[in-house]
């Protein structure tokens, strides 16, 4: 879960944090607290970090081909905090790594633990390389063309494709091991699109500009039992609680704050099975009394400014 601290719930949470990712490198982490829940779990899950220098050049083929010196760059660049920041070799580096630690240990949770009746998965890498690699992808429509060399456009052209295809065989290999009966969810909180830039970096022509932004329609996809075949429509992200919980055979909630249940992506015959009972009046959601690892809510703030998802001033792009 995109989240920390991992809060106490019947069954288990396992935080972001949980990878050697950009956020530990930065100090934005803690050592252990808060990682997962039950606490116990983080000793059976620790063999599956997988670090981000043990990346191998070889793999990281199927998205994209580096020189020596952006390899160079992609594996010692991180020792300063900035370059963490701000640097895509470095920025794929620990996506890569990250998202890989996400699906083996969503795997082994799957393959060593009975199936939960709601399992979550954020699985981060093409969020990440959009950023920054989105022009190469589509370089046309960069009102700076032409700076790039063709044949460096051509070694990463396929860093966004390849981070979804990758992706893709996590959730194919989740699927192989979930009960025939699963319904799942497929959910982006937004889209992508260029922000016209081409990538260059006059001042740094080793490193990768931010080429890409968000789009504010994402991708929802749904298949299962209780999904009607072939539909379509649309959604807002409000909408998404009260329709899992919907194909759960659950109410909703008031604290849901707008949100409907998209019944027309729902099967008819699975509806009259479980027919909607009104939301739950609840009391508006607040922040949870929990204790919060120190370092986290200023830092963390910077880091959501720094990759484009609120605004300098605070507010939500």
């Known amino acids: 879960m ?24 930065m100090g934005w982490a803690p050592n252990d607290e808060g990682i997962t829940f039950p606490p116990h779990l983080l000793q059976e899950l620790g063999p599956l970090k997988r670090e981000p220098n043990a990346i191998d050049r070889e793999e990281l083929k199927r998205l ?8 160079d760059m992609l594996l010692h660049w991180e020792q300063d905090p900035e ?7 470095v920025n794929l580096k620990y996506a890569y790594q990250s998202t890989g630690t996400i699906g083996d240990v969503g795997l082994h949770m799957l393959e060593n633990h009975p199936q939960p009746n709601l399992l979550l998965i954020y699985l981060e890498l093409p969020d990440r390389v959009q950023h920054q690699f989105w022009g190469f992808w589509d370089p046309e429509v960069a009102s700076d063309q032409n700076r790039n060399p063709p044949e460096r456009i051509d070694r990463f052209k ?8 990758f992706v893709d065989e996590i959730i194919g290999s989740f699927l192989a091991r979930m009960d025939p009966d699963t319904t799942v969810f497929l959910i982006s909180d937004h889209g992508m699109t260029s922000n016209h830039h081409d990538g260059w970096l006059p001042e740094d022509p080793i490193n990768v500009d931010s080429t890409g932004t968000h789009h504010r329609r994402g991708v929802l996809i749904a298949a299962g039992p209780a999904i009607a075949h ?14 899992v ?38 009391p508006p959601l607040v922040r949870s009394n929990v204790h919060v690892p120190r370092g ?22």
């Open 230 to 243: 072939g539909t379509k429509g649309r959604a807002m992200q409000l909408d998404i609680a009260p329709t």
């Open 158 to 165: 396929g860093i966004v494709p390849g981070s979804y295809e």
């Open 64 to 71: 994209a081909t580096f020189t020596d010196e952006e390899w």
């Open 83 to 89: 370059n963490v920041r701000g640097n895509a070799f």
């Open 245 to 282: 919980l919907a194909a759960l055979g659950l109410p909703g909630s008031t604290q849901f704050g707008g949100g409907h249940v998209l019944k027309a992506i729902l099967d008819p015959a699975f509806l009259a099975e479980h027919p909607q009972a009104e939301p739950i009046d609840e």
């Open 2 to 25: 995109n989240t920390l601290p991992a809060e106490p719930v019947a069954g288990y949470v396992i935080s972001d944090r949980f990878p050697i990712s950009k956020h530990a490198q």
């Open 296 to 317: 986290m809510d200023e830092d963390y703030v910077d880091q959501l400014k720094a990759i484009g998802y609120i605004g300098t001033d605070g507010e939500d792009n």
